[in-house]
């Protein structure tokens, strides 16, 4: 059990209006945590602060070589006022084996999720309310040795920051079109793909400029091996409805585990819906779309919920999902997903985590 030492603001910032639509990771809330590591100290000086900007030196590893990890979680607020968190031992399990593949000190799972509760019970004022909106919880690890060599950090700080959002699409619940990438690769197996690293991030930023350019939301990656699997779209992992199966890349190494992946096999498996974990290549889809059997595309993630995808493009091929609205499978998601996050829908998984 971490001691956790708080500090109030003295001067609180104004909550953002009950109306505004919240854009992605734009605002931030009153306080934030921090944790220090030091060899031989362990993680130690657990502390909530008022949000500020953190000092650094300028040879901080973190800045040459990138080694630092992020996670992606929410806080909601149920019409009787409970505040309730998602999942958040899945995102302290996935943090860890992001820990162990970067070489970065592992955060006890209970320390990690009591951290994200005291913050949030702080700043609960700032968890909106508005239909399709949530308090956004970003945890993440720097190395800060000031080094210029390569090799692990001795020191890091693990700070948690929230961020009260609306939707991650412009779109909100319209469906996206989504541009199947055949110059670049995001990750291969044996690299840091199934990492939640910043690493992975940048990796896509060339691709995404140019899907943009040509009007579409996000890249969906092939296997950067024989460039023909499907692996994930830039934020949230990706599911196909072919010919009444539901089918997802199976996570193979390069592919990121996501928590709410895991929730939409699991509620479909729920419901009999049969759920293929697989290879699946983008000629399948192709064939599937030509033989009218491709019904529904969607993706999935935290920022991104659950994000049908009406419209994709390979090569010179188009691909429009059904009439390109959001399929009958989607919305299913949608609902019973937002549902058991609000507490609107019984939690029969035991998914949900009061503060
Ligand atoms: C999340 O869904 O929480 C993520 O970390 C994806 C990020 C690109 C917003």
């Known amino acids: 059990m971490l001691d956790i030492k708080t500090t109030k603001t003295t001067t609180p910032k104004e909550l953002p209006d009950k109306d505004d639509p919240l854009k992605f990771g734009t605002i931030f809330t009153d306080h934030m945590f921090i944790m220090d590591y030091e060899e031989g100290k362990g993680w130690h000086d657990a502390r909530i602060i008022p949000y500020q900007p953190i000092s650094l030196e300028p040879s901080a590893m973190v800045f040459h070589y990138g080694q630092e990890m992020f996670e992606g979680l929410k806080a909601y607020k149920t019409e009787d006022g409970r505040i309730l968190l998602f999942r ?22 209970e320390d990690f999720v009591q951290a994200i509760k005291e913050l949030v019970k702080i700043d609960k004022a ?26 692990p950090s001795h020191t ?3 700070m948690i920051i929230l961020s009260p959002v609306g939707p991650y699409y412009p779109e909100g619940l319209n469906p996206v079109k ?46 950067g091996v024989h460039r023909k699997y499907i692996e994930e779209v830039g934020a949230m992992n990706i599911f196909f409805k072919i010919n009444n199966v539901v089918v997802t890349p199976k996570l193979n190494g390069s592919i990121l585990p996501g928590v709410t992946r895991d929730s939409v096999i699991k509620m479909c498996n729920h419901w009999g819906i049969k759920v293929e974990e697989r290879l699946i290549s983008i ?26 995808v009406g419209h994709l493009r390979w090569e010179n091929h188009i691909m429009q999902v059904e009439d390109g609205g959001i399929g009958p499978l989607s919305q299913k998601l949608y609902n019973t997903l937002t549902g058991i996050q609000l507490g609107k829908i019984e939690d029969v998984y035991n998914w949900t985590v009061e503060v």
Request: hydrophobic content about 35%; aromatic content about 12%.
């Open 88 to 109: 958040p031992h899945m995102n302290a399990k996935r943090t860890n084996n992001t820990c162990r593949r970067l070489c970065i000190p592992e955060i006890p799972e």
């Open 126 to 151: 700032w968890i909106p309310t508005k239909e399709g909106t949530s308090l956004y919880i970003r945890p993440f690890i720097i190395a800060t040795d000031p080094f210029l060599g390569v090799r």
């Open 156 to 158: 890091y700080k693990f």
């Open 178 to 223: 989504i541009w199947i990438e055949d110059e670049y690769v995001r990750a291969v197996k044996g690299g840091i793909g199934e990492a939640k690293a910043g690493g992975n991030y940048v990796a896509s930023l060339k691709a995404q400029i140019k899907a943009y350019e040509e009007g579409y939301s996000q890249v969906l990656w092939l296997d």
């Open 283 to 308: 000629d399948e889809v192709y064939n599937a779309h030509k033989d009218g059997l491709l019904e529904e595309v969607f993706g999935t993630g935290t920022a991104a919920v659950i994000s049908p």
